[in-house]
Nanobody, 120 residues
């Protein structure tokens, strides 16, 4: 059974940093794209960033470019999202995902989400 489990969310002040993790179990995704998405209250789910598990190519939404960094640790089978210079508008539930596409999708597997709250 494939599981993606996010962690690392929390409450942080504007300008602060958080690192999200996504622990992957049940299979390897060597040919897949791993992505981070977020859903703010009252808004639709939004693409944040993605990375090719093999090769490490990355792609970011304009809203987070230069502030967020996506990475993966092959040995630990874990995906990360380093978030710096956080803004109140970054407040959302953050989800990791895995799929055969690129960018916004498609994604076949999803985690349950972790809450990130940025106070002003």
């Amino acid at each position: 059974q494939v599981q993606l489990v996010e962690s690392g969310g929390g409450l942080v002040q504007a300008g602060g940093s958080l690192r999200l993790s996504c622990a992957i179990s049940g299979r390897t995704f060597s040919s897949y794209t791993m992505g981070w998405f977020r859903r703010a209250p009252g808004k639709e789910r939004e693409f944040v960033a993605c990375i090719r598990w093999s090769g490490g190519s990355t792609y970011y939404a304009d809203s987070v470019k230069g502030r967020f960094t996506i990475s993966r640790d092959n040995a630990k089978n874990t995906l990360y999202l380093q978030m710096n210079s956080l803004k109140p508008e970054d407040t959302a539930v953050y989800y990791c995902a895995a799929g055969p596409g690129w960018g916004t999708g498609p994604y076949a597997y999803w985690g349950q989400g972790t809450q990130v709250t940025v106070s002003s």
